[in-house]
């Protein structure tokens, strides 16, 4: 089971980029995925997450900026930041958790103890 993120890199405030979280060894329409991302100094966020019938949460942080989506064919999990501000300057990472058979197919979270598959992060920098 691995998840590998890619996409990251600087940008100028109210500049965009795409995350991608490319998934294996499993199949990602029996988990619960979500974004999250860590500044130095400060603990992890839970940023967006994504049930496996689609319904997605965000963080008010991010709300109307960032968009969580999922490419079930392709076993990958998208990130898109629309005007980005430098407070989300920070290590972004995917995780991924196996939905029970008692969890509703609606559910999804953005804590972080909810989670045992994670990926290694894609950092994001943004400048003024």
């Known amino acids: 089971v691995q998840l590998v993120e890619s996409g990251g890199g600087s940008v100028q405030a109210g500049g965009s980029l795409r995350l991608s979280c490319a998934a294996s060894?499993?199949?990602?329409?029996?988990?619960?995925m979500a974004w999250f991302r860590q500044a130095p100094g400060k603990e992890r966020e839970g940023v967006a997450c994504i049930a496996s019938d689609g319904t997605t949460n965000y963080a008010d942080s991010v709300q109307g900026r960032f968009t969580i989506s999922q490419d079930k064919a392709e076993d990958t999990l998208n990130l898109r930041l629309n005007n980005l501000k430098p407070e989300d300057t920070a290590m972004y990472y995917c995780?991924?958790?196996?939905?029970?058979?008692?969890?509703?197919?609606?559910?999804?979270?953005?804590?972080?103890?909810?989670?045992?598959?994670w990926g290694q992060g894609t950092q994001v920098t943004v400048s003024t």
């Open positions: 995780a991924a958790q196996r939905r029970s058979p008692y969890t509703s197919v609606w559910f999804c979270s953005r804590a972080s103890s909810r989670f045992t598959t």
């Open positions: 060894g499993f199949t990602t329409s029996d988990y619960y």
